[in-house]
Nanobody, 125 residues
Framework: QVQLVESGGGLVQAGGSLRLSCASSGSTISTYAMGWFRQAPGKEREFIAAVSRSGGNTHYADSVKGRFTISRDNAKNMVYLEMNSLKPEDTAVYYC??????????????????WGQGTRVTVSS
């Protein structure tokens, strides 16, 4: 079992930056591939970024590629999402998720067993 808690969301102007953090407890995250997802009002939850267990492999949705960076610190049981050049369309609740089933990553919400409660990001124009 792993418990995930996101933080770092808030209100930012377009073009600005935020760094989201995901703290894990209950189990070391080194045995989990980790992902970030987001859900905007009225829309389905969508994949944003994922990182392999070791941190050596990452994958991004096209919509955030080049602007967002996912990273992890297994010693601290932390996962991060650095978000730059934010756009109003990035407004959503952002979720951290963990899956033990993949060494590298998955983009499917159904593959992730554990989820945080989410942190809200609002980007104003």
């Amino acid at each position: 079992q792993v418990q995930l808690v996101e933080s770092g969301g808030g209100l930012v102007q377009a073009g600005g930056s935020l760094r989201l953090s995901c703290a894990s407890s209950g189990s070391t995250i080194s045995t989990y591939a980790m992902g970030w997802f987001r859900q905007a009002p009225g829309k389905e939850r969508e994949f944003i970024a994922a990182v392999s267990r070791s941190g050596g492999n990452t994958h991004y949705a096209d919509s955030v590629k080049g602007r967002f960076t996912i990273s992890r610190d297994n010693a601290k049981n932390m996962v991060y999402l650095e978000m730059n050049s934010l756009k109003p369309e990035d407004t959503a609740v952002y979720y951290c998720a963990a899956t033990p089933a993949y060494t590298t990553w998955s983009i499917k919400t159904g593959d992730y067993n554990y989820w945080g409660q989410g942190t809200r990001v609002t980007v104003s124009s």
